[in-house]
């Protein structure tokens, strides 16, 4: 069975600080890659996502993820992270595979940003 | 479009009650699915749909029910409320790629959600 794994329960930064999230899988297959953002009191929202291709993945708001398949990771990062990013994210990754689309999420990392 | 919508936005229960959750989409999307999410364990499947007329389990399946008789709707029954389903329920949806069977599926797109509260 896929697993997901975000080690990083909390993480507090200052406006400006830079940002890195960690995100391991466990799936032997060929995978597709997501990280969601929950900001408060809303749904999940699609930041980015890795299909093939590039490695690294760019999304909205200035964030980015790259794909390290021999260490089975997707870490999410962020040059200089603003009030506005505080929220939850969530890690996320299905089978690359016909048929299903059944994503598998890690337990999410609250982000908070101090002005 | 509308997107992914979702009624209530908020429900109370009482233990032993049953109640549907409402899911819709408007994208013509062949894919819908419902997640649970509770404190500290993220986001897991209940069940899902590939299309009208087919609905398979997901993760956590047990004391739900849903039938996916349009491609727009897909329902979730509660069929008698337990406290263990207090929590925010999902819906999600996204499109095949290509028009033939043997392609995968593109990113989920997720609804606003539906808090559920069992006494």
């Known amino acids: 069975a896929q697993s997901v794994s975000q080690h990083n329960h909390h993480v507090i930064l200052s406006e400006a600080a830079s940002l890195e999230l960690g995100c391991n899988y466990s799936?032997?297959?060929?995978?597709?890659l997501f990280w969601y953002v929950q900001y408060p009191g809303q749904h999940l929202q699609l930041l980015l996502k890795y299909f093939s291709g590039d490695p690294l993945v760019k999304g909205i708001k200035g964030f980015e993820a790259e794909f390290i398949k021999s260490k089975f990771s997707f870490n999410l990062r962020k040059p200089s992270v603003q009030w506005s990013d505080t929220a939850e994210y969530f890690c996320a990754v299905n089978a690359r595979r016909t048929g299903a689309n059944n994503l598998f999420f890690g337990t999410g990392t609250r982000l908070t940003v101090i002005p | 479009n509308a997107g992914v919508t979702q009624t209530p936005k908020f429900q109370v229960l009482k233990t032993g009650q049953s109640m549907t959750l409402q899911c819709a989409q408007d994208?013509?999307?062949?894919?819908m699915s419902w997640y649970r999410q509770d404190p500290g364990m993220g986001l897991r499947l209940i069940h899902y749909?590939?299309?009208?007329?087919?609905?398979d389990q997901g993760e956590v399946p047990n004391g739900y029910n849903v039938s996916r008789s349009t491609t727009e709707d897909f329902p979730l029954r509660l069929l008698s409320a337990a406290p263990s389903q207090t929590s925010v329920y999902f819906c999600?949806?996204?499109?095949?790629?290509?028009?033939?069977?043997?392609?995968?599926?593109?990113?989920?797109?997720f609804g606003p959600g539906t808090r559920l509260t069992v006494t």
């Open positions: 994208m013509n999307h062949e894919y």
């Open positions: 749909s590939v299309g009208a007329g087919i609905t």
């Open positions: 799936y032997g297959g060929t995978v597709n």
């Open positions: 999600a949806s996204s499109r095949r790629q290509g028009t033939s069977g043997s392609r995968g599926f593109y990113e989920q797109y």
